[in-house]
């Protein structure tokens, strides 16, 4: 096939086979592969059409087509570029293979192989194959998801070595090795610790049943798992729970209570009164504190909330409120609590904290007010504020930026500092970024151009400060000053001083022609003056004799 015209200048007589299309037919129209190709397959087919023709173009691949007897068959492509002196792309010659058995039976294993894989990734439990040597032959996905392991990384590693905590393996390793050989009765549930990939060890009870070929030898294990490590957790923490509550009630800064939905009965813990400056003698059980405590309008929106939980209308009750403390100043406290239900599915008790959130909230307002004054700082200020992280990508630009620059907000926020500085200021940049990655936080002013959205190039003064985070370098902090006007200033000055310049040097040249001019009006002088005083001499010698 020619390019780029996609014209074909040779096709075999097989195409008949393939196609159900004569090389004839191909000849006279070069879009009839596209017609033939697949519906599911014409996006792919376009996206690489528009490939070849450019000259790009994948070695093998392989789609789908109906035939012109109505069939769908399935085709194996393989391709070689023809180029010119020019090392253009001129042509495509093209090698199409019926693959339709082989996909067809591809795709019943794995239908089959699929549907084996269901069956045990369905179980609730692990389910592990482990042949005599001790390598995994199988694995279930619970158990891939319990290990923490794909099946690849599981299957054909040697269990014992790789899955069980060193302090059991070689334990375990006689333990089987007895009972393959047929020494020991095989126990049917036993528990003990498995390392996930993580490091960490979780107890899981096991049924097992040995593996037999046809003639009865043992060739391995059949193991279904269930991880019990929290249930054990839960049976140990279980034993202390009572003791932990009561400590909990009494040590906890949050405040604790119980509401008892049947009779009305409430506890407050001691922690939920000294929150508000009481003593636990101070202020009795009852409901009614709560209500007189908190502000109105916070007691009918909890109200209606714990309707809401009580009535399963929302799974747990957490909102915030201002409650009155013993000193009269309101104290800011975040309450969460769960219904809990009977079997009848009526709720009986609301168990829940009140933690004093006052310092948090605190802490927002004035990281508000701070927001509010980088925000009016910035969007008030001349020069450009821009923060983008270290890989460049523009994090914040203010209003100066985008008025000077032209781009919006939201445009600015898809873009990099690599979009608006020419390739030939790049290497400052890097250079200011390394530096500051480097946690250089000396003073570094230096100046580049940036291309506005309608091409003008700006020059700009740049001062860089390094945002950290996690003891890292996580942004830049960028103030940049338009210095245009200061630019052609200089420009102006620079002209103005080479004038200068000029103008003294040419008036230093006539004055060196007037000093020599000078200069030869002196020696004349000088000459005449000694003419006058030799003739007075000889006069006066005359008039003495």
């Known amino acids: 096939m020619s390019l780029p015209d996609g014209r074909y200048e040779y096709v075999s007589p097989a195409s008949v086979t393939l196609f159900g299309y004569s090389p004839d037919e191909f000849y006279k129209s070069s879009k009839l592969i596209q017609e033939i190709i697949h519906p599911d397959w014409q996006t792919y087919f376009e996206d690489q059409w528009t490939k070849l023709v450019r000259g790009e173009m994948p ?286 599915g009526n709720a009986v008790r609301i168990v829940g904290t009140h933690a004093d959130i006052t310092e948090r909230k605190q802490a927002e307002e004035k990281l508000q007010q701070s927001e509010e004054k980088f925000r009016l700082l910035t969007e008030t200020a001349n020069d450009y504020i821009i923060i983008h992280d270290m890989n460049g990508k523009l994090i914040y630009v203010n209003r100066s930026a985008e008025e000077q620059l032209g781009y919006s907000f939201e445009e600015s926020l898809k873009m990099s500092v690599q979009d608006i500085i020419p390739k030939e200021h790049l290497a400052k940049l890097y250079e200011n970024r390394d530096r500051r990655q480097a946690k250089d936080i000396s003073h570094n002013v230096f100046e580049i151009e940036v291309i506005s959205k309608a091409g003008e190039r700006i020059p700009l003064e740049i001062s860089s400060t390094p945002f950290i985070k996690d003891g890292k370098v996580d942004a830049l902090f960028i103030i940049a000053r338009n210095i245009a006007e200061r630019k052609l200033a200089e420009k102006e000055l620079a002209k103005h001083r080479e004038q200068l310049e000029e103008l003294v040097k040419e008036r230093t040249k006539e004055l060196e022609e007037k000093n020599k001019k000078l200069d030869n009006a002196m020696k004349v002088f000088v000459g005449r003056e000694l003419t006058i005083r030799d003739l007075q001499k000889r006069i006066r010698a005359l008039e003495g004799k």
């Open 59 to 344: 070695p093998i691949y392989e789609y789908q087509i109906i035939d012109k007897k109505g069939e769908t068959k399935w085709l194996n492509q393989r391709n070689a570029m023809v180029f010119d002196k020019n090392n253009k792309p001129i042509a495509i010659e093209g090698i199409v293979t019926d693959i339709t058995q082989l996909k067809n039976a591809e795709r019943k294993a794995v239908a089959e192989r699929n549907k084996t894989q269901q069956y045990l990734d369905i179980a609730e439990v692990m389910l592990v194959s482990v042949e005599l040597s001790g390598t995994v032959k199988l694995i279930n996905q619970k158990g891939c998801e319990v290990l923490g392991y794909s099946e690849e990384e599981i299957v054909g590693q040697n269990w014992f070595d790789n899955f069980l905590p060193e302090r059991l393996r070689e334990n375990v390793k006689e333990v089987s090795k007895k009972v393959y050989a047929g020494e020991m009765e095989s126990v049917k549930y036993f528990e003990n610790e498995i390392l996930t990939k993580a490091g960490k060890e979780r107890l899981i009870g096991w049924h097992n049943a040995l593996l037999k070929d046809y003639k009865g030898n043992i060739i391995g294990t059949l193991s279904s798992g269930e991880d019990i490590t929290e249930r054990k957790k839960a049976e140990d923490a279980l034993k202390i729970s009572e003791e932990r509550f009561e400590l909990a009630m009494s040590a906890s800064k949050d405040g604790l209570f119980d509401w008892n939905l049947i009779t009305n009965e409430i506890y407050y813990s001691p922690g939920w009164k000294s929150m508000l400056g009481y003593t636990e003698d101070e202020l009795p059980n009852d409901f009614s504190i709560w209500e007189n405590l908190t502000e109105a309008d916070h007691v009918k929106k909890s109200w209606k909330m714990q309707q809401e939980v009580i009535n399963k209308q929302r799974d747990r009750f957490e909102i915030e409120f201002k409650m009155k403390h013993k000193d009269e100043h309101w104290v800011d406290i975040l309450s969460q609590a769960e219904a809990v239900f009977d079997e009848s």
